[in-house]
Structure formats: C-alpha cells, structure tokens
C-alpha cells in the first residue's frame, strides 16, 4: 500500500463556501500587475507570496491551490523578466530587434497564454470544490499539504495566546 492510497480527500460538497472562494482566490493573484497596470513581472509572484503565507492556515484546500498557483508562477515570473529585461536593454543601447527576439516574444506570449488557460481551468476548478493538478507543480503541491509528512489539521488550528507558566 502506497503512502497516497490511504488519503482521504475532502469532496466538493464538504469544503465550504469561504474555502473554495479562497483557493479560487490563489489564481486570480497572476492578475496583480495587469490590475496595478505596471509591467513588472515579480508584482505576481510576491502577491502570489503573500496569498499563500496569508491564506495557507485557513485549510489544506486552500494550502494545497495557493502553493500550486504560487509555485507555477515562477517560471513564467523568469521568462516575462527575460523579456523585459533584453526590451529595457535593446532600448537603452537603441540597437534593432532581432529575430531572436521576435522569437522570444512569440514563446512568452504563447506561455503566459498556457499558464493563463490552465490557471482558469485551476481557479473554476477549485471554486466548485476539485482539485486540478499542475504538471509537476500539482503533484509538488500535492504531496506537501497532503503527502506522508504533511502537516496534520491539528496544527492548523489557531492557538490561544496564554500567559507563560
């Protein structure tokens, strides 16, 4: 028996409202630059940052979402920072754009128009109480709020702030 044969998953009608819009929440942070109307691609990933090290006690449903969107930002954070970076350096040194470039662009765009798609698909997903699996990123995530050595519920609970004995 594997140690993943033994999980008992919550089921869509047993996560309440709050939990699902909050794991729903955690796709939602890759908007944080368009919203603020700047191009920098890190604004995402420390939203993401800071969802997950807000939201992550609430439950291991939402954990398990905010690590997932979290984590699978940071490779499309690297190549939108590619971007911008060899843009901001082909300006300043007024040099042509070329065809490497052209390239690159078409690959970041067609990135972020995947991991756009998938985190739609993730945030529909967990607002109706499922879970979606990121490749490598979902099984990651996975094993770290529900895996062998995941923390258990009792140590998600808040603790009374008691006076030392």
């Known amino acids: 028996m594997s140690d993943y044969e033994s999980i008992i998953l919550p089921q869509s009608d047993e996560i309440p409202r709050r939990e699902r819009e909050d794991a729903m929440g955690a796709y939602l942070m890759m908007f944080a630059a368009w919203g603020a109307g ?4 890190f604004l995402n990933l420390v939203a993401a940052g800071i969802y997950y090290a807000t939201n992550k006690k609430k439950s291991k449903f939402v954990a398990f979402h905010a690590l997932q969107s979290m984590v699978s930002q940071i490779p499309v954070t690297v190549v939108n920072a590619g971007l911008l970076f060899w843009l901001i350096r082909t300006l300043v040194k007024e040099a042509s754009f070329t065809t490497y470039f ?15 798609v ?7 997903r967990a607002n109706k109480g499922n879970f979606f699996y990121f490749p490598v990123f979902g099984r990651w995530a996975f094993y770290r709020w529900y895996g ?8 998600n609970k ?5 006076p030392p004995v």
Request: hydrophobic share 50%.
């Open 102 to 116: 052209w390239a690159y662009l078409v690959f970041v765009c067609i990135v972020n128009i995947v991991y756009i």
């Open 118 to 124: 998938t985190s739609i698909i993730a945030l529909t």
């Open 38 to 41: 700047l191009p920098l691609p």
């Open 148 to 155: 062998p050595d995941a923390p258990n519920s009792t140590e």
């Open 158 to 162: 808040i603790r009374k702030n008691l």
